[in-house]
């Protein structure tokens, strides 16, 4: 078993500015429920030809390098992705055949008021006043729009709710297939290739599928994409297939072979028209 | 070694009595069986001896045992022993295959066709006869599904394959020792096992055939019937002899109480987890239960456990970049974050009550706990 402890005593607090509000939302949460620690399965996404890139890897080790957490990987040896467990730094001792976890009240309020105090607003009434009003106006905006997407499941409460895939992609049929490499800003070999091989598998499809095929590439690391990548649940390079009927995004489809089959191209594109086919119904 | 240990499809703890049989046997008999003095003459008949027992355990008689070194092998024996045997055959194989014969679908390519599990894990046999084609040769399935415990119906499936002239490979690894047949074992071509999934030693596989339609794989020496070559490993499959002796005497008993176990089990878990599904079926291997938790990671839900003691597994593997869901929780119409978040218990003869109360209640604690912090 490998652990990675904070080498320096003195934790930077300030890293929790910086980190993603989900990691700091998950932090409040673990010291709420006064749980323990928590694990996240993946790799640091910095490390772009690493196995599994996940963001919330790259936040939590951030906050580990801050000295604000800690981390263990139990299953490193094993040939799987890792799996990092994570706890507030000083928290995780060496045990016998296991790590074992003592809580530091005191650290985790440190934590925690660090966390809340750059939540809290400004003491100027006047800032007060005009957030106030911003936040009625943001209200007010969220039940027009809560309203407009009533009855549309194809929209994902908290996050850019407005997004129409036919407007924003440009896509030039009204019915046909989307499909969507989903990526990272840093793009890696392994996302590289999947990009080619679905280009190459796209001229070989039949001449009359080509124009009701449009292929696009998502950065997911912009916000305005948010919504799509919690939408089709993605968190690594990913292709998805998206059926458009009538300019709407309906029926969608994770081409999950593309992961394994990336050595293989010839494979992978075989696999690819396969289920392409058969996603539009056809055998 | 974890306090908890619910992962005996993966492994089972040996039988102590044929590690016994396994370290006696290697102290007297360690001449080689190929030999053609006294020592090596005793060795090969206490070698066959064996074999002709372990045969009439599997109610095997007719046919002939041929030792491999774990199931994976004996299962790549069959799988490319047949398929070269016959240049031109097609081969069928079930969706709920282990890996060690789902290879075959990159192997051999064209050659091979799927045939589907529904969402109950089961074959369908109308699906199945209108697969095979003039020139199948070969149809694999496993006896008992390693991640979701289908039991499958092998008597009507040797029937079909009898009716239409093809052989059956049937890969018994999770089923011998741990229930008994309904069918006759004969009427299946290849049967294939593991010891150390019914309390032998690692390292002792086997298959039982009644076909000579096989090609060898490991050549360089006559044994096995000039199948496998390599110095037989007499210790270990006496202790495996010894360890599916003992695990076939308790079959009865152990059915009702492990079926028991996995009831409360489920029970308890239900009472106190929302939003979860069961993928195995009440009718399947006893002690075996498969679970789907939506939005969770089945490795983290592992991880977890191990920490607290439990040792559990999941179905999901790591695959260049991604996390990819079990194909077969998938070919039961689960959807990619169900099939991502399984996990598998499998209970076996030393799993008590007590530790299976404290999995039921520990595991929804994780579950909540992993919801929350996601």
Redesign the interface.
């Given at each position: 078993m490998s652990k990675k402890k904070n080498t320096t005593s003195a934790v930077n607090f300030e890293a929790l500015k910086e980190t993603p509000a989900e990691m700091r939302q998950?932090l409040l949460?673990?010291i709420e429920?006064q749980?323990d620690f928590?694990?996240?399965?993946?790799s640091d996404a910095r490390d772009i030809n690493s196995?599994?890139?996940s963001d919330g890897v790259t936040a939590a080790n951030q906050l580990v390098e801050s000295g604000v957490l800690q981390v263990v990987r139990?299953?490193e040896s094993v040939?799987?992705?890792p799996?990092n467990?994570y706890a507030f730094a000083g928290e995780i001792k060496p045990g016998e055949n296991?790590?074992t976890f003592e809580i530091n009240a005191e650290f985790r309020q440190k934590v925690k008021s660090t966390i809340k105090q750059n939540q809290k607003p400004p003491g100027n009434k006047m800032v007060t006043l005009i957030r106030w009003i911003l936040l009625a106006f943001v209200l007010l905006s969220l039940i027009i729009v809560g309203v407009k997407n009533f009855s549309d499941n194809s929209k994902i409460a908290g996050v850019p709710l407005t997004l129409n895939l036919v407007e924003e992609f440009d896509v030039p049929f009204s019915d046909g297939i989307l499909i969507f490499l989903f990526h990272r800003e840093e793009r890696?070999d392994?996302?590289n290739n999947m990009e080619s091989h679905v280009r190459e598998a796209l001229t070989q499809i039949p001449a009359n599928l080509q124009n009701k095929v449009s292929f696009k590439l998502v950065n997911m690391n912009l916000s305005k994409y948010l919504g799509l990548k919690k939408k089709y649940?993605v968190f690594?390079?990913?292709v998805v297939f998206i059926k458009v009927q009538n300019n709407e995004a309906s029926g969608s489809f994770?081409f999950?072979d593309a992961?394994?089959l990336?050595?293989k191209k010839e494979k992978f594109i075989a696999a690819f028209k396969t289920e392409l086919f058969k996603f539009r119904g056809e055998k | 070694m974890s306090s908890h240990y619910f992962d005996y499809a993966s492994s089972c703890p040996p039988f102590p009595e044929a590690l016994e049989v396994f370290n006696s046997t290697a102290r007297e008999y360690f001449a080689n069986p190929s030999s053609n003095h006294l020592p090596g003459i005793k060795a090969n008949e206490l070698l066959e001896s064996s074999k002709q027992r372990f045969l009439e355990l599997c109610k095997f008689t007719s046919g002939k045992l041929v030792l491999t070194g774990n199931g994976t092998e004996a299962n790549n024996l069959v799988i490319r022993g047949v398929m070269e045997k016959f240049p031109k055959g097609h081969l069928l194989l079930a969706n709920d295959t282990h890996a060690s014969a789902w290879f075959a679908t990159e192997v051999y390519k064209k050659r091979v066709d799927v045939v589907p599990i529904n969402s109950s894990g089961k074959i369908d046999f109308d699906k199945l006869k209108k697969m095979i084609k003039r020139n199948t040769i070969l149809l694999s399935i496993v006896h008992v599904c390693n991640e979701i415990g289908t039991i499958h119906d092998i008597k009507t499936i040797s029937e079909i394959c009898c009716e239409r002239g093809i052989l059956l490979h049937v890969d018994g690894v999770q089923a011998l020792g741990h229930i008994t047949p309904d069918f006759e074992m004969t009427d299946v071509n290849f049967y294939t096992f593991s010891a150390h999934k019914f309390g032998g030693p690692r390292g002792v596989g086997g298959l039982l055939l009644n076909s000579e339609n096989i090609n060898p794989q490991i050549l360089g020496g006559s044994q096995e019937y000039n199948l496998r070559a390599g110095t037989e490993n007499l210790p270990g499959f006496l202790a495996a002899l010894k360890a599916l002796e003992m695990s076939t005497k308790i079959v009865p008993a152990e059915t009702s109480r492990l079926r028991g176990l996995s009831e409360k089990f489920i029970k308890t878990l239900s009472e106190q987890v929302k939003d979860f599904k069961i993928n195995s079926s009440k009718n399947g291997l006893p002690g075996l239960i498969s679970l789907s938790f939506p939005g969770l990671t089945g490795i983290n839900l592992v991880t977890e456990l191990s920490l607290k003691g439990f040792a559990v597994s999941t179905g999901s593997a790591c695959h260049a970049h991604n996390i990819l869901p079990s194909r077969i929780i998938k070919a039961l119409g689960r959807t990619y974050t169900e099939a991502l978040g399984t996990l598998r218990i499998s209970m076996g003869r030393d799993t008590t009550e007590d530790s299976t109360q404290t999995l039921a209640e520990t595991l929804p604690q994780i579950v909540e706990k992993q919801r929350l912090l996601k």
């Open positions: 998950r949460n673990l429920s749980a928590f694990t996240i399965t993946g196995c599994c890139p139990p299953n040939d799987a992705c799996v467990v296991q790590p890696c392994f996302c649940d690594t390079s990913t994770i999950s992961w394994h990336l050595d | -």
